[in-house]
Protein backbone atom coordinates (compact mmCIF):
# COMPACT_ATOMS: atom_id res chain seq x y z
CA UNK A 1 0.00 0.00 0.00
CA UNK A 2 1.40 3.66 -1.35
CA UNK A 3 1.97 5.93 1.96
CA UNK A 4 0.89 9.37 2.43
CA UNK A 5 2.91 11.03 5.70
CA UNK A 6 1.74 13.74 7.82
CA UNK A 7 4.60 15.94 9.77
CA UNK A 8 4.65 19.34 11.11
CA UNK A 9 5.91 21.32 14.40
CA UNK A 10 3.69 19.91 18.17
CA UNK A 11 0.93 22.31 18.93
CA UNK A 12 -0.16 22.69 15.14
CA UNK A 13 -3.39 20.88 15.29
CA UNK A 14 -1.51 18.36 13.12
CA UNK A 15 -2.87 15.31 14.97
CA UNK A 16 -6.01 16.69 14.79
CA UNK A 17 -5.92 16.52 11.37
CA UNK A 18 -4.90 13.52 11.37
CA UNK A 19 -8.09 12.36 13.06
CA UNK A 20 -10.52 13.97 10.52
CA UNK A 21 -8.40 12.70 7.55
CA UNK A 22 -8.61 8.86 8.85
CA UNK A 23 -11.11 9.00 11.93
CA UNK A 24 -8.44 7.05 14.01
CA UNK A 25 -9.11 7.93 17.74
CA UNK A 26 -5.83 9.70 18.01
CA UNK A 27 -4.53 11.46 21.01
CA UNK A 28 -3.93 14.75 20.59
CA UNK A 29 -2.55 17.10 23.29
CA UNK A 30 -0.70 20.60 23.30
CA UNK A 31 2.31 19.84 24.94
CA UNK A 32 5.92 19.11 23.10
CA UNK A 33 6.54 15.47 22.64
CA UNK A 34 2.95 13.61 23.76
CA UNK A 35 3.02 12.15 20.40
CA UNK A 36 5.73 10.10 20.63
CA UNK A 37 4.83 6.92 18.46
CA UNK A 38 3.77 6.63 14.69
CA UNK A 39 0.38 6.47 14.39
CA UNK A 40 -1.22 4.95 10.78
CA UNK A 41 -4.47 5.03 9.39
CA UNK A 42 -6.17 4.24 6.10
CA UNK A 43 -6.96 7.23 3.44
CA UNK A 44 -8.71 6.32 -0.04
CA UNK A 45 -6.24 3.23 0.19
CA UNK A 46 -2.87 4.80 0.75
CA UNK A 47 -1.79 4.55 4.35
CA UNK A 48 -1.50 7.74 6.10
CA UNK A 49 1.37 8.27 8.66
CA UNK A 50 1.24 10.86 11.60
CA UNK A 51 4.74 11.64 12.85
CA UNK A 52 6.02 12.98 15.84
CA UNK A 53 5.79 16.67 16.34
CA UNK A 54 9.32 18.55 15.37
CA UNK A 55 10.34 21.92 15.33
CA UNK A 56 13.35 21.11 13.50
CA UNK A 57 14.98 18.33 11.41
CA UNK A 58 18.31 19.73 13.73
CA UNK A 59 17.26 17.34 16.87
CA UNK A 60 18.18 18.92 20.50
CA UNK A 61 16.31 15.54 22.23
CA UNK A 62 16.29 12.21 21.94
CA UNK A 63 12.64 11.79 20.68
CA UNK A 64 13.14 14.52 17.89
CA UNK A 65 15.90 12.15 17.12
CA UNK A 66 13.74 9.52 16.21
CA UNK A 67 11.02 11.47 14.71
CA UNK A 68 13.51 12.95 12.64
CA UNK A 69 15.44 9.33 12.15
CA UNK A 70 12.46 7.66 11.42
CA UNK A 71 11.32 10.43 8.96
CA UNK A 72 14.13 10.22 6.84
CA UNK A 73 13.30 6.48 6.81
CA UNK A 74 9.94 7.02 5.08
CA UNK A 75 11.64 9.24 2.54
CA UNK A 76 14.21 6.97 1.00
CA UNK A 77 10.66 4.12 1.17
CA UNK A 78 10.00 3.85 -2.25
CA UNK A 79 6.17 3.21 -1.08
CA UNK A 80 6.11 6.65 0.51
CA UNK A 81 4.04 8.93 -2.46
CA UNK A 82 3.39 12.32 -0.71
CA UNK A 83 4.52 14.22 1.82
CA UNK A 84 1.89 16.92 3.89
CA UNK A 85 3.76 19.22 5.89
CA UNK A 86 0.93 20.80 8.63
CA UNK A 87 1.49 24.28 9.52
CA UNK A 88 0.58 26.62 12.34
CA UNK A 89 -1.58 29.52 10.97
CA UNK A 90 -0.41 31.77 13.95
CA UNK A 91 2.90 30.95 14.36
CA UNK A 92 3.57 31.01 10.57
CA UNK A 93 7.27 31.85 10.94
CA UNK A 94 8.15 28.88 13.34
CA UNK A 95 6.44 26.37 10.96
CA UNK A 96 8.20 27.92 7.92
CA UNK A 97 11.42 27.06 8.95
CA UNK A 98 10.23 23.15 9.61
CA UNK A 99 8.68 23.34 6.50
CA UNK A 100 11.67 24.48 4.55
CA UNK A 101 13.86 21.89 5.24
CA UNK A 102 10.99 19.22 4.91
CA UNK A 103 10.79 20.65 1.26
CA UNK A 104 14.27 20.75 0.87
CA UNK A 105 14.59 16.76 1.70
CA UNK A 106 12.03 15.74 -0.01
CA UNK A 107 13.34 17.26 -3.27
CA UNK A 108 16.27 14.93 -2.67
CA UNK A 109 14.49 11.88 -2.64
CA UNK A 110 11.80 12.78 -5.58
CA UNK A 111 8.57 13.41 -3.35
CA UNK A 112 5.56 15.47 -3.68
CA UNK A 113 4.77 17.93 -0.96
CA UNK A 114 1.62 19.86 0.13
CA UNK A 115 1.25 22.43 3.03
CA UNK A 116 -1.73 22.20 4.90
CA UNK A 117 -2.36 25.96 6.59
CA UNK A 118 -4.19 25.05 9.38
CA UNK A 119 -6.01 27.05 12.02
CA UNK A 120 -7.50 29.00 10.07
CA UNK A 121 -10.16 30.07 12.16
CA UNK A 122 -7.95 31.43 14.84
CA UNK A 123 -6.91 33.91 11.98
CA UNK A 124 -10.58 35.07 11.42
CA UNK A 125 -11.06 35.33 15.41
CA UNK A 126 -8.77 38.12 15.04
CA UNK A 127 -9.82 38.98 11.61
CA UNK A 128 -6.40 38.34 9.83
CA UNK A 129 -6.25 36.64 6.27
CA UNK A 130 -3.44 34.83 4.46
CA UNK A 131 -3.28 35.16 0.15
CA UNK A 132 -2.99 30.89 0.25
CA UNK A 133 -2.46 31.41 -3.67
CA UNK A 134 0.57 33.78 -2.78
CA UNK A 135 2.10 31.74 -0.43
CA UNK A 136 1.98 28.74 -2.46
CA UNK A 137 3.21 30.42 -5.17
CA UNK A 138 6.20 31.68 -3.20
CA UNK A 139 6.95 27.93 -1.59
CA UNK A 140 6.73 26.37 -4.76
CA UNK A 141 3.74 23.71 -3.52
CA UNK A 142 0.12 23.79 -2.94
CA UNK A 143 -0.97 25.04 0.23
CA UNK A 144 -4.48 24.69 1.25
CA UNK A 145 -6.28 26.59 4.22
CA UNK A 146 -8.15 24.47 6.87
CA UNK A 147 -8.98 24.21 10.21
CA UNK A 148 -9.12 21.12 11.30
CA UNK A 149 -11.18 22.11 14.60
CA UNK A 150 -14.04 23.52 12.75
CA UNK A 151 -13.69 21.43 9.54
CA UNK A 152 -13.03 25.12 7.23
CA UNK A 153 -11.07 24.06 3.87
CA UNK A 154 -11.23 19.95 4.90
CA UNK A 155 -13.65 18.85 2.06
CA UNK A 156 -11.61 20.85 -0.67
CA UNK A 157 -8.27 19.56 0.96
CA UNK A 158 -9.68 15.67 0.83
CA UNK A 159 -10.33 16.01 -2.24
CA UNK A 160 -6.83 17.74 -3.38
CA UNK A 161 -5.18 15.20 -1.41
CA UNK A 162 -6.67 12.57 -3.45
CA UNK A 163 -5.65 14.08 -6.52
CA UNK A 164 -1.96 14.84 -5.33
CA UNK A 165 -1.69 11.53 -4.02
CA UNK A 166 -2.36 9.62 -7.34
CA UNK A 167 -0.53 11.90 -9.46
CA UNK A 168 2.75 13.24 -6.69
CA UNK A 169 4.80 13.61 -9.49
CA UNK A 170 3.00 17.12 -10.16
CA UNK A 171 3.99 18.56 -6.57
CA UNK A 172 7.57 17.76 -6.09
CA UNK A 173 10.04 20.07 -5.63
CA UNK A 174 10.94 22.60 -8.11
CA UNK A 175 12.90 25.26 -5.78
CA UNK A 176 16.29 25.88 -5.91
CA UNK A 177 17.74 24.34 -2.89
CA UNK A 178 18.69 27.18 0.20
CA UNK A 179 21.68 27.23 2.97
CA UNK A 180 20.59 27.62 6.77
CA UNK A 181 21.40 31.20 6.71
CA UNK A 182 19.13 31.93 3.89
CA UNK A 183 16.16 29.20 4.42
CA UNK A 184 16.05 30.89 7.53
CA UNK A 185 15.98 34.37 5.14
CA UNK A 186 13.79 33.23 3.02
CA UNK A 187 10.97 32.29 6.26
CA UNK A 188 11.56 35.48 8.04
CA UNK A 189 10.38 37.57 4.79
CA UNK A 190 7.63 35.47 4.46
CA UNK A 191 6.09 35.26 7.49
CA UNK A 192 6.66 39.50 7.16
CA UNK A 193 4.73 39.33 4.11
CA UNK A 194 1.63 36.96 4.99
CA UNK A 195 1.68 36.38 9.13
CA UNK A 196 -0.15 37.99 11.83
CA UNK A 197 1.52 40.10 14.36
CA UNK A 198 2.89 38.28 16.92
CA UNK A 199 1.67 40.90 19.14
CA UNK A 200 -2.02 40.27 18.18
CA UNK A 201 -1.65 36.72 18.72
CA UNK A 202 0.17 37.20 22.27
CA UNK A 203 -2.48 40.04 23.58
CA UNK A 204 -4.91 37.83 25.15
CA UNK A 205 -2.75 34.61 25.65
CA UNK A 206 -0.18 37.55 27.45
CA UNK A 207 -3.12 38.58 29.66
CA UNK A 208 -3.98 34.86 31.08
CA UNK A 209 -0.48 34.35 31.40
CA UNK A 210 0.14 37.27 33.26
CA UNK A 211 -2.29 35.65 35.91
CA UNK A 212 -1.47 31.97 35.46
CA UNK A 213 2.04 32.11 35.67
CA UNK A 214 2.15 34.96 38.50
CA UNK A 215 4.34 33.98 41.38
CA UNK A 216 2.11 33.40 44.05
CA UNK A 217 -1.45 33.33 42.30
CA UNK A 218 0.25 31.21 39.56
CA UNK A 219 0.73 28.41 42.64
CA UNK A 220 -2.44 29.01 44.14
CA UNK A 221 -4.30 28.32 40.81
CA UNK A 222 -2.13 25.60 40.36
CA UNK A 223 -3.14 23.56 43.97
CA UNK A 224 -6.67 23.88 42.94
CA UNK A 225 -6.48 22.92 39.52
CA UNK A 226 -4.94 19.85 41.10
CA UNK A 227 -7.12 19.32 43.87
CA UNK A 228 -9.87 20.24 41.42
CA UNK A 229 -9.12 17.25 39.60
CA UNK A 230 -8.53 14.73 42.62
CA UNK A 231 -11.98 15.96 44.02
CA UNK A 232 -14.16 15.46 40.57
CA UNK A 233 -12.81 11.64 40.32
CA UNK A 234 -15.01 11.31 43.23
CA UNK A 235 -18.09 13.90 42.92
CA UNK A 236 -18.50 13.39 38.83
CA UNK A 237 -17.96 9.64 38.83
CA UNK A 238 -20.09 8.72 41.46
CA UNK A 239 -23.53 8.86 39.95
CA UNK A 240 -21.69 6.43 37.08
CA UNK A 241 -20.50 3.92 39.79
CA UNK A 242 -23.67 3.65 41.45
CA UNK A 243 -25.47 3.25 37.97
CA UNK A 244 -22.66 0.66 36.74
CA UNK A 245 -22.97 -1.29 40.35
CA UNK A 246 -26.79 -1.19 40.23
CA UNK A 247 -26.66 -2.56 36.46
CA UNK A 248 -24.34 -5.45 37.72
CA UNK A 249 -26.30 -6.13 40.99
CA UNK A 250 -29.42 -6.62 38.64
CA UNK A 251 -27.75 -8.51 35.85
CA UNK A 252 -26.63 -11.02 38.34
CA UNK A 253 -29.45 -11.61 39.98
CA UNK A 254 -31.40 -12.00 36.54
CA UNK A 255 -28.34 -14.47 35.49
CA UNK A 256 -28.27 -16.74 38.47
CA UNK A 257 -32.11 -17.46 38.89
CA UNK A 258 -32.09 -18.35 35.43
CA UNK A 259 -29.30 -21.00 36.35
CA UNK A 260 -30.00 -24.04 38.58
CA UNK A 261 -28.47 -24.25 42.13
CA UNK A 262 -24.93 -25.51 42.29
CA UNK A 263 -21.46 -25.30 41.29
CA UNK A 264 -22.27 -23.27 38.11
CA UNK A 265 -24.96 -20.79 39.81
CA UNK A 266 -22.44 -20.15 42.30
CA UNK A 267 -19.23 -19.66 40.16
CA UNK A 268 -21.53 -17.02 38.07
CA UNK A 269 -22.49 -15.24 40.97
CA UNK A 270 -18.92 -15.10 43.17
CA UNK A 271 -16.39 -15.51 40.12
CA UNK A 272 -18.15 -13.44 37.41
CA UNK A 273 -20.24 -10.83 39.35
CA UNK A 274 -18.24 -10.70 42.52
CA UNK A 275 -15.01 -10.68 41.37
CA UNK A 276 -14.80 -8.97 37.65
CA UNK A 277 -18.29 -7.14 38.27
CA UNK A 278 -16.75 -5.40 41.46
CA UNK A 279 -13.54 -4.10 39.59
CA UNK A 280 -16.26 -2.73 36.51
CA UNK A 281 -17.16 -0.72 38.90
CA UNK A 282 -14.52 2.06 39.28
CA UNK A 283 -14.02 2.08 35.58
CA UNK A 284 -15.95 5.28 35.26
CA UNK A 285 -13.48 7.44 38.02
CA UNK A 286 -10.46 5.96 35.06
CA UNK A 287 -12.86 8.09 32.48
CA UNK A 288 -13.24 11.00 34.28
CA UNK A 289 -9.59 11.04 35.31
CA UNK A 290 -8.81 11.02 31.43
CA UNK A 291 -11.29 13.31 30.91
CA UNK A 292 -10.03 16.21 32.95
CA UNK A 293 -6.41 15.27 31.87
CA UNK A 294 -7.55 15.73 28.26
CA UNK A 295 -8.99 18.65 29.22
CA UNK A 296 -6.13 20.24 31.20
CA UNK A 297 -3.92 18.75 27.99
CA UNK A 298 -5.80 20.42 25.12
CA UNK A 299 -6.15 23.94 26.06
CA UNK A 300 -2.67 24.43 26.66
CA UNK A 301 -2.96 24.79 30.63
CA UNK A 302 -0.30 21.81 31.45
CA UNK A 303 2.43 23.57 29.38
CA UNK A 304 2.15 26.09 31.97
CA UNK A 305 1.40 23.75 34.91
CA UNK A 306 5.47 22.29 33.44
CA UNK A 307 6.78 25.73 33.69
CA UNK A 308 5.29 26.42 36.92
CA UNK A 309 6.93 23.24 38.42
CA UNK A 310 10.54 23.66 37.21
CA UNK A 311 11.73 25.80 40.07
CA UNK A 312 10.01 23.45 42.21
CA UNK A 313 11.02 20.52 40.87
CA UNK A 314 14.85 21.41 40.29
CA UNK A 315 15.27 21.22 43.51
CA UNK A 316 14.74 17.60 43.79
CA UNK A 317 16.71 16.94 40.67
CA UNK A 318 14.02 16.88 38.17
CA UNK A 319 12.89 19.09 34.91
CA UNK A 320 9.63 21.17 34.38
CA UNK A 321 9.27 18.13 31.99
CA UNK A 322 9.05 15.97 34.41
CA UNK A 323 5.68 17.50 35.05
CA UNK A 324 4.16 15.83 32.56
CA UNK A 325 4.94 12.01 32.60
CA UNK A 326 4.41 12.88 36.85
CA UNK A 327 0.45 13.86 35.75
CA UNK A 328 0.01 11.59 32.89
CA UNK A 329 1.40 8.72 35.51
CA UNK A 330 -1.74 9.17 37.59
CA UNK A 331 -3.48 7.63 34.32
CA UNK A 332 -1.06 4.52 33.74
CA UNK A 333 2.91 4.46 34.53
CA UNK A 334 3.41 2.69 31.24
CA UNK A 335 2.92 5.88 28.55
CA UNK A 336 4.28 8.24 31.38
CA UNK A 337 7.46 6.63 31.75
CA UNK A 338 7.49 6.27 27.13
CA UNK A 339 6.91 10.15 27.57
CA UNK A 340 9.77 10.81 29.88
CA UNK A 341 11.78 11.10 26.72
CA UNK A 342 10.88 14.31 26.22
CA UNK A 343 12.85 15.69 29.21
CA UNK A 344 16.22 17.18 27.75
CA UNK A 345 18.97 15.50 30.09
CA UNK A 346 19.59 11.58 30.59
CA UNK A 347 19.87 12.23 34.28
CA UNK A 348 16.40 13.97 34.91
CA UNK A 349 14.92 11.24 32.49
CA UNK A 350 16.30 8.57 34.20
CA UNK A 351 15.06 9.52 37.40
CA UNK A 352 11.28 10.62 36.38
CA UNK A 353 11.09 7.20 34.65
CA UNK A 354 12.25 5.48 37.88
CA UNK A 355 9.97 7.16 40.44
CA UNK A 356 6.76 7.44 37.45
CA UNK A 357 5.64 4.04 39.49
CA UNK A 358 4.67 5.82 42.31
CA UNK A 359 2.50 8.38 41.23
CA UNK A 360 -1.45 7.09 41.78
CA UNK A 361 -1.57 5.44 38.48
CA UNK A 362 -5.56 4.10 37.49
CA UNK A 363 -4.94 0.52 38.75
CA UNK A 364 -4.56 1.75 42.28
CA UNK A 365 -8.01 3.81 41.93
CA UNK A 366 -10.48 0.88 42.68
CA UNK A 367 -7.88 -0.14 45.42
CA UNK A 368 -8.19 3.70 47.16
CA UNK A 369 -12.15 3.99 46.13
CA UNK A 370 -13.00 0.45 47.70
CA UNK A 371 -10.50 0.93 51.10
CA UNK A 372 -12.02 4.48 51.17
CA UNK A 373 -15.30 4.10 50.80
CA UNK A 374 -14.84 1.53 53.86
CA UNK A 375 -12.59 3.72 55.99
CA UNK A 376 -14.55 7.19 55.69
CA UNK A 377 -17.71 9.04 55.55
CA UNK A 378 -18.75 10.59 52.73
CA UNK A 379 -19.39 13.76 53.93
CA UNK A 380 -19.28 16.84 52.34
CA UNK A 381 -18.46 20.41 53.96
CA UNK A 382 -18.09 24.35 52.29
CA UNK A 383 -21.53 24.03 50.85
CA UNK A 384 -21.08 20.53 49.04
CA UNK A 385 -17.92 22.06 47.50
CA UNK A 386 -15.30 19.71 49.50
CA UNK A 387 -16.03 16.10 49.53
CA UNK A 388 -14.21 14.50 52.67
CA UNK A 389 -13.62 11.41 50.67
CA UNK A 390 -12.62 13.43 47.94
CA UNK A 391 -10.27 15.28 50.12
CA UNK A 392 -8.42 11.75 51.65
CA UNK A 393 -8.06 10.76 47.53
CA UNK A 394 -6.16 14.05 47.31
CA UNK A 395 -3.86 13.35 50.11
CA UNK A 396 -3.26 10.05 48.68
CA UNK A 397 -2.21 10.97 45.47
CA UNK A 398 0.13 13.55 47.59
CA UNK A 399 1.27 11.32 49.29
CA UNK A 400 2.55 9.43 46.51
CA UNK A 401 3.97 12.62 44.19
CA UNK A 402 5.78 13.40 48.11
CA UNK A 403 7.37 9.97 48.12
CA UNK A 404 8.11 10.17 44.11
CA UNK A 405 10.71 13.69 45.09
CA UNK A 406 12.09 12.27 48.13
CA UNK A 407 13.32 8.97 46.08
CA UNK A 408 14.25 11.53 43.08
CA UNK A 409 16.69 13.65 45.70
CA UNK A 410 18.18 10.36 46.44
CA UNK A 411 18.70 9.11 43.38
CA UNK A 412 20.21 12.44 42.27
CA UNK A 413 23.04 11.56 44.54
CA UNK A 414 23.17 7.84 43.81
CA UNK A 415 23.17 7.66 40.04
CA UNK A 416 26.57 7.04 38.97
CA UNK A 417 28.57 9.42 37.80
CA UNK A 418 28.61 7.86 34.13
CA UNK A 419 24.53 8.95 33.91
CA UNK A 420 25.46 12.44 34.81
CA UNK A 421 25.64 13.70 31.42
CA UNK A 422 25.44 17.82 31.23
CA UNK A 423 22.05 18.88 31.25
CA UNK A 424 20.33 21.03 28.35
CA UNK A 425 18.48 24.17 28.99
CA UNK A 426 15.23 24.44 30.15
CA UNK A 427 12.98 24.86 26.84
CA UNK A 428 9.34 24.89 26.79
CA UNK A 429 7.02 26.47 23.74
CA UNK A 430 3.85 27.83 25.38
CA UNK A 431 0.79 26.74 23.03
CA UNK A 432 -1.94 29.24 22.45
CA UNK A 433 -5.05 28.61 24.84
CA UNK A 434 -7.62 26.89 22.67
CA UNK A 435 -11.01 25.18 24.00
CA UNK A 436 -10.55 21.58 23.86
CA UNK A 437 -12.07 19.71 20.42
CA UNK A 438 -14.65 17.58 21.64
CA UNK A 439 -14.34 14.45 19.68
CA UNK A 440 -10.71 13.32 20.39
CA UNK A 441 -11.49 14.38 23.98
CA UNK A 442 -14.54 11.99 23.78
CA UNK A 443 -12.44 9.45 22.07
CA UNK A 444 -10.10 9.51 24.43
CA UNK A 445 -12.24 9.07 27.42
CA UNK A 446 -14.07 6.11 25.91
CA UNK A 447 -10.82 4.56 25.10
CA UNK A 448 -9.18 5.37 28.04
CA UNK A 449 -12.26 2.99 29.81
CA UNK A 450 -11.59 0.25 27.02
CA UNK A 451 -8.04 0.00 27.57
CA UNK A 452 -8.62 -0.32 30.97
CA UNK A 453 -10.69 -3.38 30.63
CA UNK A 454 -9.08 -5.03 27.83
CA UNK A 455 -5.95 -4.73 29.52
CA UNK A 456 -6.77 -5.47 33.07
CA UNK A 457 -10.11 -7.39 32.31
CA UNK A 458 -8.44 -10.83 31.18
CA UNK A 459 -6.22 -10.82 34.07
CA UNK A 460 -9.21 -10.03 36.77
CA UNK A 461 -10.89 -12.54 35.21
CA UNK A 462 -8.30 -15.96 34.82
CA UNK A 463 -7.30 -14.31 38.97
CA UNK A 464 -11.01 -14.89 40.01
CA UNK A 465 -11.65 -18.09 38.39
CA UNK A 466 -8.37 -19.51 39.85
CA UNK A 467 -9.40 -17.72 43.21
CA UNK A 468 -12.95 -19.35 43.17
CA UNK A 469 -12.03 -22.48 42.48
CA UNK A 470 -8.71 -22.72 45.28
CA UNK A 471 -11.70 -21.12 47.49
CA UNK A 472 -14.26 -23.11 46.54
CA UNK A 473 -13.54 -26.50 46.94
CA UNK A 474 -12.75 -29.15 49.00
CA UNK A 475 -16.03 -28.58 50.36
CA UNK A 476 -18.34 -26.84 47.92
CA UNK A 477 -17.61 -23.20 49.29
CA UNK A 478 -16.42 -23.55 52.97
CA UNK A 479 -13.96 -21.06 52.51
CA UNK A 480 -12.70 -21.59 55.76
CA UNK A 481 -12.01 -25.45 55.04
CA UNK A 482 -10.73 -24.21 51.43
CA UNK A 483 -7.41 -24.34 49.27
CA UNK A 484 -7.22 -20.97 49.76
CA UNK A 485 -7.62 -20.42 53.31
CA UNK A 486 -4.50 -23.26 54.02
CA UNK A 487 -2.77 -20.98 51.47
CA UNK A 488 -3.57 -17.45 52.91
CA UNK A 489 -3.67 -18.93 56.32
CA UNK A 490 0.21 -19.71 55.64
CA UNK A 491 1.36 -16.64 54.41
CA UNK A 492 -1.02 -14.70 57.11
CA UNK A 493 2.27 -14.21 59.53
CA UNK A 494 4.18 -12.42 56.76
CA UNK A 495 1.50 -9.68 56.55
CA UNK A 496 0.07 -9.90 60.28
CA UNK A 497 2.50 -6.16 60.64
CA UNK A 498 -0.07 -4.66 58.64
CA UNK A 499 -3.15 -5.77 60.59
CA UNK A 500 -4.83 -8.17 58.12
CA UNK A 501 -6.44 -11.59 57.91
CA UNK A 502 -5.25 -14.57 55.50
CA UNK A 503 -7.66 -13.29 52.79
CA UNK A 504 -5.79 -9.66 52.39
CA UNK A 505 -3.03 -11.49 52.64
CA UNK A 506 -3.58 -13.37 49.30
CA UNK A 507 -5.47 -10.51 47.48
CA UNK A 508 -1.96 -8.49 47.97
CA UNK A 509 0.07 -11.17 47.11
CA UNK A 510 -2.01 -11.57 43.84
CA UNK A 511 -2.17 -8.30 42.99
CA UNK A 512 1.41 -7.87 42.50
CA UNK A 513 0.60 -8.90 38.75
CA UNK A 514 -2.19 -6.24 38.64
CA UNK A 515 -3.14 -3.85 41.94
CA UNK A 516 -6.44 -3.66 39.96
CA UNK A 517 -6.70 -7.54 41.05
CA UNK A 518 -6.82 -7.15 44.60
CA UNK A 519 -10.58 -5.57 44.33
CA UNK A 520 -11.80 -8.33 42.43
CA UNK A 521 -10.18 -10.99 45.08
CA UNK A 522 -11.34 -9.60 47.54
CA UNK A 523 -15.00 -8.90 45.64
CA UNK A 524 -14.49 -13.29 44.88
CA UNK A 525 -13.52 -14.41 48.85
CA UNK A 526 -16.30 -12.13 50.00
CA UNK A 527 -19.06 -13.44 47.68
CA UNK A 528 -17.95 -16.98 48.44
CA UNK A 529 -17.86 -16.14 52.17
CA UNK A 530 -21.10 -14.23 52.43
CA UNK A 531 -22.86 -16.30 49.55
CA UNK A 532 -25.87 -16.76 51.94
CA UNK A 533 -26.32 -13.27 53.45
CA UNK A 534 -27.82 -10.28 52.24
CA UNK A 535 -25.11 -7.73 52.04
CA UNK A 536 -24.70 -5.32 49.35
CA UNK A 537 -21.85 -3.74 47.56
CA UNK A 538 -18.19 -5.12 48.54
CA UNK A 539 -17.37 -1.86 50.47
CA UNK A 540 -20.77 -2.93 52.53
CA UNK A 541 -18.94 -6.32 52.85
CA UNK A 542 -15.66 -5.31 54.39
CA UNK A 543 -17.16 -2.69 56.71
CA UNK A 544 -19.56 -5.40 58.44
CA UNK A 545 -16.38 -7.76 58.54
CA UNK A 546 -14.53 -5.09 60.28
CA UNK A 547 -11.71 -3.75 59.02
CA UNK A 548 -10.22 -1.65 61.26
CA UNK A 549 -9.39 2.25 60.86
CA UNK A 550 -5.44 1.45 61.59
CA UNK A 551 -5.31 -1.67 58.82
CA UNK A 552 -6.90 0.26 56.32
CA UNK A 553 -4.82 2.94 56.33
CA UNK A 554 -1.59 0.81 56.44
CA UNK A 555 -2.87 -0.92 53.18
CA UNK A 556 -3.23 2.33 51.50
CA UNK A 557 0.03 3.10 52.49
CA UNK A 558 1.21 0.06 50.84
CA UNK A 559 -0.47 0.74 47.97
CA UNK A 560 0.97 3.97 47.24
CA UNK A 561 4.24 2.76 47.60
CA UNK A 562 4.47 -0.71 46.08
CA UNK A 563 5.39 -1.45 42.05
CA UNK A 564 2.93 -3.93 41.64
CA UNK A 565 2.83 -4.16 38.12
CA UNK A 566 4.64 -6.78 35.91
CA UNK A 567 3.88 -4.59 32.89
CA UNK A 568 5.73 -1.22 34.23
CA UNK A 569 8.46 -3.25 35.01
CA UNK A 570 8.87 -4.35 31.72
CA UNK A 571 8.52 -0.71 30.34
CA UNK A 572 11.29 0.44 32.96
CA UNK A 573 13.76 -2.76 31.66
CA UNK A 574 13.38 -1.31 27.80
CA UNK A 575 13.58 2.17 28.34
CA UNK A 576 16.80 1.69 30.93
CA UNK A 577 18.09 -1.15 29.04
CA UNK A 578 19.17 -2.64 32.84
CA UNK A 579 17.58 -4.28 35.15
CA UNK A 580 18.61 -2.55 38.16
CA UNK A 581 16.56 0.37 37.27
CA UNK A 582 13.76 -2.39 36.41
CA UNK A 583 13.60 -5.40 39.10
CA UNK A 584 15.90 -3.25 41.53
CA UNK A 585 12.79 -0.57 41.48
CA UNK A 586 10.19 -3.10 41.91
CA UNK A 587 12.04 -4.85 45.36
CA UNK A 588 13.12 -1.58 46.36
CA UNK A 589 9.68 -0.09 46.51
CA UNK A 590 8.15 -3.38 47.79
CA UNK A 591 10.09 -3.53 50.96
CA UNK A 592 9.67 0.01 51.51
CA UNK A 593 5.68 -0.44 51.20
CA UNK A 594 5.66 -2.96 53.55
CA UNK A 595 8.11 -1.15 56.28
CA UNK A 596 5.74 1.68 55.98
CA UNK A 597 2.49 -0.41 56.30
CA UNK A 598 3.95 -1.91 59.31
CA UNK A 599 4.88 1.44 60.82
CA UNK A 600 1.63 2.79 60.14
CA UNK A 601 -0.54 0.10 61.42
CA UNK A 602 2.58 0.05 64.60
CA UNK A 603 1.23 3.63 65.06
CA UNK A 604 -2.18 4.12 64.78
CA UNK A 605 -3.22 0.53 66.99
Known amino acids: MKKIILVGKPNSGKSLLFNQLTGLKQKVANFPGVTVELKSGTFNGYELVDFPGTYSLSSISSDESLAIEQLHIAMENADTSLVICNLDATKLERSLVFALQVQQLAKQHNKGVIFALNMMDELTRFGHSIDVEALSAQLGSPVYGISAK ?88 TPLMDAVETGISILGELTVAALPEGIVSDFVNDAIFGGVGAFLVFVPQIMVLTLIIGLLEDSGYLARAALICHKPLSLFGLSGRSFIPYLSGHACAIPAIMAARTIESPRKRLITMITVPLMSCSARLPVYALLIAVLVPNESYLGGWVNLQGAVFFALYFGGIFTALIMSKLLNSWIEKSEKQSDLPFIIELPSYRLPHWRPLFYKTVNSGQQFIRRAGPVIFMVSVVVWVLGYFPQNGDLSASYLAYIGQFLEPLFAPLGVDWRYAVAILVSFLAREVFVGVLGTLFSIENADEDIGGLAAQLQADGLSLASGIALLGFYVIALQCVATVATLKGETAKNRYSWGIFVLYGLLAYLVGAAIYAILS
Request: net charge positive; hydrophobic share 50%.
Open 150 to 237: TLIGISEFTQALHSHAQAPELVQVKRPDLNQHASLLFAKNLAKQFAIDKDIVLKQQNKLDNFLLHSIAGGVIFIAVMFFLFQSIFTWA
